[in-house]
């Protein structure tokens, strides 16, 4: 993440966990997760979720995904990775778009930095710098 600064503003916004999750249904889970990540939103803001059924991108295609997202005037992108049962219906209904990194599942700690390089080829692609080969 610390390479991405050079092209854009750039933070891992991590919702704690939840207190007494043995203690909840998935749908509570979902609901309560759901929650918070929906105070991190603000109206002006594109909710993107990282979510197994959303689109499928090649690292060209992502970039120009980027580059379509940043040239609409959004002023903040916001990619959320969802919490063990997925996301709530409520933060489904505020996203604008969902994308799929990979049929399987990750955790967290994977996924983060994973995702964080697909961000920083998406960038060496659009600026034609030679990080990315086809």
Not at 33 to 39: R, S, T
Not at 77 to 89: A, D, E, H, N
Not at 119 to 133: D, G
Request: proline fraction near 3%; charged fraction near 25%.
């Amino acid at each position: 993440s610390k390479r991405l600064k050079h092209y854009v503003s750039f933070e891992f916004v991590i919702i704690p966990d939840l207190k007494n999750r043995k203690n909840l249904s998935e749908g509570q889970q979902k609901e309560q997760e759901g929650k918070l990540i929906l105070k991190q939103v603000h109206n002006t803001d594109a909710l993107i979720l990282l979510d197994e059924k959303g689109k499928d991108f090649d690292s060209i295609s992502f970039s120009n995904f980027l580059q379509q997202k940043m040239n609409s005037g959004i002023k903040r992108l916001l990619f959320v990775i969802g919490g063990p049962y997925g996301f709530s219906s409520e933060v489904y209904n505020k996203a604008t778009s969902k994308i799929a990194l990979s049929k399987m599942t990750f955790s967290h700690q994977m996924i983060r930095p994973f995702f964080a390089e697909q961000i920083y080829r998406a960038f060496s692609i659009l600026k034609n710098e030679p990080y990315h080969h086809q």
